[in-house]
C-alpha cells in the first residue's frame, strides 16, 4: 500500500513539474503540495471523507488552495516610493 502511495506521488510530481515547467530542483517542494492536497481529498477507503476530516473531526476549509505554479506575491520593505510587492511563482502551502 506504501508502495503504491509512493509510485502515486511521483506520477503527480512529474506531471506537476512538467506542467508548471519549473525545474527538477522544486521536487520536494512539490511533493510536500502533493502530500497537502492528497490529507485534504476525499477518499472511498474512509466513507468519502478526507483523511484531515478523520484525523481531526473538521471539514478542512479549501479557499485557500491555489494551483502550483500560479502568480503571487511576496510583501517586501523597500522605501517609501519603491514597490512593496515582489512577483513570484507559488511553491508550496504554508
Known sequence: ?????NRTIMERVRCIISN?????????????AIAYLINRSPSTAIEIKTPEEK???????????RTFDCVSYAHIRQ???EP??????FLEYP
Open 79 to 81: 522605501g517609501k516610493l
Open 20 to 32: 508548471a515547467n519549473c525545474s527538477a530542483y522544486f521536487w520536494a517542494k512539490v511533493v510536500m
Open 1 to 5: 500500500m506504501a508502495e503504491s502511495m
Open 84 to 89: 512593496r510587492a515582489l512577483k513570484c511563482m
Open 55 to 65: 484525523w481531526s473531526g473538521y471539514t478542512p476549509n479549501l479557499e485557500h488552495l
